[in-house]
């Protein structure tokens, strides 16, 4: 099992672009979840899913989307980029309470 | 916004030396859990803490869930350069979705 990928790594985008944020999971999780931290804080919770085709709104969820077509694959959209989003930005999926989280991507705005 | 307060914010010790560090809030949790993150990683679970009062212990680590279910901390014992990273607690209300603490980033030198 892979578990929980994301791509990509790590991007630079210019102030008004857009980008969509991958995330895939193989453990066939119904909850998954996309967070941003912060450096050096913990993790904010941007939206989240409790299966494919349900989606609900986190804590910080204005300027970004989401969309979940299939059990596997939790995709969240930035449509216009602000330098307040400059963040690591993690996807998990959930079994149990217990979180599984991806790698991570380097989000920079500028 | 539920908080979940973490103390302290940095630690940076000796190889060898005890510490603690806690999670405080003024909310009532169904579960606790700790995690540890490292640089350029995602988070990963240590322990999922659920009775008030409850001790876990894991080789060096011991976590204990306040009586309240308002508050854990973690305590290591001897810490070794491996122990460095950022400790996560987060907090469950019967829910798959987690509220994180603000983080403790610890820093243990040979």
């Known amino acids: 099992n892979a578990g929980v990928t994301q791509t990509p790594k790590f991007r630079i985008l210019k102030i008004g672009q857009s980008m969509t944020l991958q995330c895939a999971q193989d453990?066939?999780?119904?909850?998954m979840y996309w967070y941003r931290q912060d450096p050096g804080m913990g993790l904010k919770l941007i939206y989240y899913?409790?299966?494919?085709?349900?989606?609900d709104k986190g804590e910080v969820p204005n300027g970004y989307n989401v969309s979940r077509s299939t059990t596997e694959d939790f995709p969240l959209r930035l449509e216009l980029a602000a330098p307040s989003q400059t963040s690591v930005y993690f996807c998990?999926?959930?079994?149990?309470?217990?979180?599984?989280f991806g790698p991570g991507t380097r989000l920079t705005v500028l | 916004t539920q908080l979940l307060e973490q103390s302290p914010q940095f630690l940076s010790i000796q190889e060898g030396e005890n510490l603690t560090v806690y999670c405080n809030s003024s909310?009532?949790?169904?579960?606790l859990q700790w995690y540890r993150q490292e640089p350029g990683e995602g988070p990963v679970l240590l322990v999922t803490?659920?009775?008030?009062?409850e001790v876990k212990k894991l080789k060096r680590l011991t976590f204990q869930f306040g009586d309240a279910r308002k508050d854990s901390s973690l305590h290591i014992t001897a810490a070794q350069p491996g122990d460095t990273g950022l400790y996560l607690c987060?907090?469950?209300?019967?829910?798959?979705?987690?509220?994180f603490g603000t983080g403790t980033r610890l820093q243990v030198f040979p």
């Open positions: 909310s009532v949790f169904s579960s």
């Open positions: 998990a999926s959930s079994y149990s309470y217990t979180q599984y």
């Open positions: 899913s409790v299966g494919a085709g349900i989606t």
């Open positions: 453990m066939n999780h119904n909850y």
């Open positions: 987060a907090g469950a209300k019967n829910t798959d979705k987690l509220i």
């Open positions: 803490v659920v009775t008030g009062g």
